[in-house]
């Protein structure tokens, strides 16, 4: 038994069991073994001593109260008399013993069997003593257990309590009561939450803290497009760490603001897009151009546990890791290009919508001057026409495919120089990267 003990202690972390599980489980089995090693010593004591013993006195007590029935050897239609006890005894002899074990170690103390001898006595007096030891260390771990049971009972429950008497100060309705009810209950999660981030992988060595990380959180670094070449490295556990948890109630407006959000647990709709759990948005809050970034309203479906990183907080993680935010800042590069053309594309369109209304008038047909004249192809013609030339053609199929044949390959010239431009901007920096490394390798050998 001794080594059994010892052996769970071993391997007690390969059973997928809560503290407060293990704890239940060694108490009852201590208490149970307990229970069995006293229920046969004494009836070992009943079974094999000479003279009256409490068995005994225990057959003779149920004979008189007319229980024959209760001790197969009082049975004496069978033949058997007292005294004569068979094999088939045993199971009432035990379970006899284990109820003189079980008032006698809660200290209930029936009274209905009592010690005849000596050696009765003594075992009792033992079993008196160290059954009040065990008792008392198996309800000391029990309220232990209930007490630790849940790291955030005490703060929750002081925080219902506060809620309660300003419910009755304020005199709140009925439904903002049970609405800040409810919205506290969902909160103990995102605590626990928290409780994880700063408490657990906080304490962790790096290599231990990145795996866990990864295991964590591995799900939603992919949706965010500029942190897939990051993820696993300590940067990825330091920006962990920077998210602050939050929590919305349902139909709850969020505003797009200079965030990331990920979502923990809920529904929401961002946009025309149903998110759910491990879903980001407000990727782009790289930008600081707020005429860049996509505004789209966010509604919460349900109850909403999400995670939260400012921009201040990543620029603060940043700063402690050169190489991610070379990184981070490629990708802000790229984002903002690719977001400039576009919106200078709408803007260049919202332009050309203006000249041709204004141009045009209300009524007026679109000739093919005007619309070669807009998309910058002349087949010939001038790129400024007169008014009665424009006004005496129309636009044909002909000069409608090739005004997009135009557009395509103004397109496609674009795509090109981008790229070009994208290669030689990647090998600056890693002109710029050697040139540092050289240097550093220089001034370590020194």
């Known amino acids: 038994m001794v080594r059994l003990k010892r052996i769970l202690k071993r391997y007690m972390y390969d059973i997928n069991l809560t503290f407060t599980q293990r704890a239940v489980a060694n108490s009852g089995i201590t208490f149970l073994v307990s229970l ?10 009943g079974n094999y001593q000479d003279g009256d013993d409490w068995l005994s006195q225990l057959i003779r007590l149920k004979t008189k109260e007319g229980g024959a029935n209760f001790y197969p050897a009082l049975d004496t239609r069978n033949g058997v008399g007292l005294g004569k006890r068979t094999g088939e005894d045993s199971v009432v002899t035990y379970v006899t013993s284990i109820y003189f074990a079980l008032y006698t170690l809660s200290g209930i103390g029936y009274g209905d069997i009592n010690p005849a001898t000596v050696p009765e006595y003594l075992f009792l007096i033992l079993l008196m003593l160290g059954g009040s030891l065990i008792w008392c260390t198996v309800i000391g771990e029990m309220v232990s257990v209930m007490k630790h049971a849940n790291l955030d009972e005490v703060s929750h429950k002081e925080t219902m309590d506060a809620l309660l008497l300003m419910s009755r100060e304020y005199n709140f309705s009925r439904k903002l009561k049970m609405r800040l009810k409810e919205y506290f209950l969902q909160w103990r999660t995102t605590t626990r939450t928290n409780f994880v981030q700063e408490k657990v992988m906080a304490r962790m060595s790096s290599e231990l803290a990145i ?6 959180h591995r799900r939603w670094f992919d949706g965010i497009w500029w942190l897939r070449n990051v993820s696993r490295t300590t940067f990825m556990v330091q920006l962990t760490l920077a998210f602050d948890p939050m929590l919305y109630c349902p139909n709850e407006n969020i505003r797009t603001t ?4 990920v979502i923990q647990r809920g529904l929401c709709v ?9 879903k980001c ?7 600081t151009q707020d005429h860049l970034r996509v505004s789209l309203t966010t509604v919460s479906i349900t109850y909403l546990h999400v995670l939260y990183l400012t921009r201040d907080a990543l620029q603060k993680t940043l700063e402690r890791f050169p190489r991610e935010q070379e990184l981070v800042r490629k990708a802000y590069r790229t984002l903002c290009f690719i977001r400039g053309v576009v919106w200078k594309a709408r803007q260049y369109q919202r ?3 203006q000249r041709q209304g204004s141009h045009l008038g209300s009524g007026s047909v679109l000739t093919e001057g005007d619309f070669m004249n807009r998309l910058g192809a002349t087949d010939g013609q001038e790129r400024t026409l007169r008014p009665s030339q424009a006004l005496a053609s129309r636009a044909t199929t002909g000069h409608i495919s090739k005004a997009i044949r ?3 390959d103004m397109i496609t010239d674009l795509d090109k120089n981008l790229k070009e431009r994208l290669a030689k901007v990647d090998e600056k920096v890693n002109d710029a990267q050697e040139i540092v490394g050289s ?8």
């Open 281 to 287: 948005w407000g990727v782009d809050m790289l930008l």
């Open 258 to 261: 200079d965030r990331l959000y």
């Open 36 to 45: 069995h090693i006293m229920s046969c010593v004494w009836a070992t004591l």
């Open 351 to 353: 332009m050309m919508a």
């Open 439 to 446: 240097i550093l390798r220089s001034r370590k050998s020194r």
């Open 406 to 408: 135009s557009a395509q």
């Open 211 to 216: 795996q866990l990380a990864h295991v964590l």
């Open 270 to 278: 961002h946009g025309r897009q149903l998110l759910t759990k491990d």
